[in-house]
């Protein structure tokens, strides 16, 4: 132990906070034996001062003023995971511009005001760590600002929240449907009774956005991002993405293609087939992964758990152990200014695709489909008619059949097209599901 | 653009010394755009002058005189890739004790030199960086110093060797057996000629001894990991590992277990039957990848390639940024003093265990195999017999007939008392594999 105490400033008290106050007072020897480190929580701000606390700590750490802790000239370090846009933002700006080096699990926060937060803690001279806000106590952001620093990343796709990932899991490993398998969640405690936020997509939607700004070094906000959930996943999609040797994930995929005009990237969250032997595919349950390919490094993943106190508090303290040292050094990492990012329209985006359709059952009706595919300049990779007595026949009437169809690679632009077209086929009664396809096309873009 | 110039000299210039000239020279202004930083290599020893070089440098650049770069007072940093223990080793020691931060990818000068090596850089406050030392292109060491730096990690194991890994999967993917997979990876340059160094486990222990070094901060050399190759796993093990639900991986684990005397440490590469739906069972062909389970953070992976040109100068580009960032301010990373180990004995080592007898057919054979793991206090998890005629039944004579059995958690002293039992029993013509099991009760440990 070479110095005084680095105190720290905690600011909410919930599931995480409490879980990284036991995991410091646990590991607090061993960091100092490591790092000569005598870190320890000396305030705590909390939302109700009446509620009782975990001991450990003397009740006058507490207080339910967040901007006293702030404020504090005694606090060397803030955290904060009290979640939520505001009042978190003021608190984390104020911390900042006093000095204080900031470390938080705040993914909303960083995904609206995350270029600006970073050029603040920049001036500040200031450490600004994050890694708790994206897949939980997965180590992936240092990794991604640091070691990756130097990669040509071309894409980061990941399964970013767990929620959804059990739900899926369910459908495809029960045979549930959504609402069986959604209700399942909710009485694990994995699903909120709003779900919304998961499977609409938008923490996912979140996250990306955040680590599509650290991959390609531009400022990337949540609303930038093109956000589609799982609520149109249906028992029949997982089951056809089943025989055609795929499971269906949600992934959240930040990507950068080279155009004439330079480079752009896109971020959007989406149900993906995958194919079952992509790392990717068995990541399951409330398990998240991000997998990132870059030109040099090929294939990486990293998998873990993307939530939960214990998981997010290790992240927690990760950065904390990393600020506190930073702060004796005089040091800070940086992770660069942030340049306006140049998004590509999302009708230039291209895959190979996944469409379901129910047509009326009479000869020649899979002749029209197929023709208005290629007249569309889309070719197809396999195709398939189910009817009503068969596995993926649930719905149909008794003159109907279901047409599950895999694309080769295809533009945006002609997939709404054909789209059209096929909808205003006489024999088309409606078109279901339109998923994208991970395949090696993909290396392409 | 913020400042002269970091100069590079580069010792080796082999798959990775190029890759990593090419990949600098691509990413050189992305690099300056993210950190401020001009990084160049200016200086590269070789072995022999007279071999065609990649464009790119000028001739002069390069010296068949590697002591001459590292003590050119126009070098700021020096990446060794040379490989071996001297004369690479006395090159970093002199690079460190001249005030210049090193980057290696040399496993084999870590996990014998280590201790001494990380001493000498905090002492010329200085960075030495590894992180392609170990899993290639996966940045594995970086998030285990840094980010699980206060996390109680209970155990890593990886497989850390390609070579074997893609054995293993032909074995289990296209039924080869060892000698025939063998010959396929050296066709294809995935086994050198003398595979050694790979099947024999040797790779991979001096990997885990560094991984076990950094998690557990003590130190452990190569020589202190009991290591168990690949070469006496046969098709029929493969088979049977298929039928129980498992794969054969060669794993490489590094453990901490609390004893009444206080924390010891183990370090090991074996071949484990690994449960099909662990995320280390999906890891296929020459693919690496590491297992992290601790306390808070519960289970995490990653994934990636272990080897090659690219993926190494990929690792080692992370490092070099890092290394020339912390530089021009002043900074350097340290993994703190190294502890000396308390290894736990082998002999308390304990898990569930596969075994396979080879024995006479004859009545009340099982049960007399069943009562010697009775006696000996081991409790049977499963246990099948396979005559000559049956799938496992390959090289029985007609009277022979083969069991397979896995216990439960068993330790290492009572299993050598059973086998010995079981090898004096009348009825056992051999005892045939003797191999770990990965599995639930692990977490015992």
Do not use: W
């Not at 490094?297 to 930073?326: C, H, K």
């Not at 998004?343 to 996944?354: C, G, I, K, T, V």
């Amino acid at each position: 132990m070479n110095d005084s105490p680095v105190r720290v400033g905690l600011l909410g008290c919930g599931t995480v906070g409490s879980a990284l106050i036991s995991l410091l007072q646990r590991q607090h020897d061993a960091i100092a034996a490591r790092t000569g480190l005598d870190i320890a929580v000396t305030r705590v701000a909390v939302r109700d001062l009446s509620r009782p606390r975990d001991p450990g700590l003397p009740a006058e750490a507490f207080t339910d003023d967040p901007a006293a802790v702030v404020a504090d000239p005694d606090i060397d370090l803030v955290v904060e995971v009290m979640g939520g846009i505001e009042p978190a933002g003021a608190l984390v700006q104020a911390a900042l511009a006093a000095g204080r080096p900031v470390i938080t699990a705040n993914k909303a926060l960083l995904a609206e005001h995350g270029a600006e937060l970073f050029a603040l803690a920049d001036r500040a001279g200031v450490d600004l760590l994050f890694e708790a806000a994206v897949a939980g106590g997965i180590p992936f952001i240092r990794p991604l600002r640091e070691s990756l620093l130097g990669e040509p990343v071309r894409r980061v796709m990941g399964i970013m929240n767990g929620t959804t990932n059990y739900i899926l899991t369910r459908m495809t490993e029960a045979g549930a449907d959504y609402a069986e398998a959604l209700a399942e969640a909710q009485a694990l405690g994995f699903a909120e009774a709003d779900p919304t936020a998961d499977v609409g997509g938008f923490d996912a939607g979140a996250k990306i956005a955040i680590v599509a700004s650290i991959a390609f070094g531009c400022e990337i906000t949540a609303s930038m991002v093109d956000v589609e959930g799982i609520t149109a996943i249906s028992a029949d999609d997982i089951a056809f993405a089943s025989r055609s040797g795929h499971v269906i994930k949600l992934l959240a995929v930040a990507e950068r293609v080279e155009t004439s005009s330079g480079p752009q990237v896109s971020a959007a969250v989406h149900p993906v087939l995958v194919p079952v032997h992509h790392p990717l595919a068995s990541v399951r349950e409330s398990f998240n992964a991000v997998f990132v390919e870059g030109d040099a490094v090929g294939e990486l993943m990293f998998y873990g758990r993307g939530a939960g106190g214990d998981p997010t508090a290790s992240a927690v303290l990760g950065d904390l152990i990393d600020a506190a040292v930073n702060l004796r050094r005089g040091a800070h990492a940086s992770i660069g200014a942030l340049a306006p990012a140049r998004l590509r329209p999302a009708a230039d985006a291209a895959s190979a695709q996944y469409l379901s359709l129910v047509a009326v059952d009479r000869p020649g009706v899979l002749a029209a489909i197929a023709s208005v595919l290629g007249d569309n300049g889309i070719s197809i990779a396999s195709m398939s008619q189910s009817g009503p007595d068969s596995e993926l026949g649930g719905g149909l009437a008794e003159d109907e059949a279901r047409i599950d169809l895999i694309t080769h690679r295809t533009g945006r632009r002609q997939l709404d097209a054909t789209l059209a077209a096929l909808r205003s086929l006489d024999a088309v009664r409606r078109v279901g599901s339109v998923v994208r396809v991970l395949s090696d096309e993909d290396d392409d873009v």
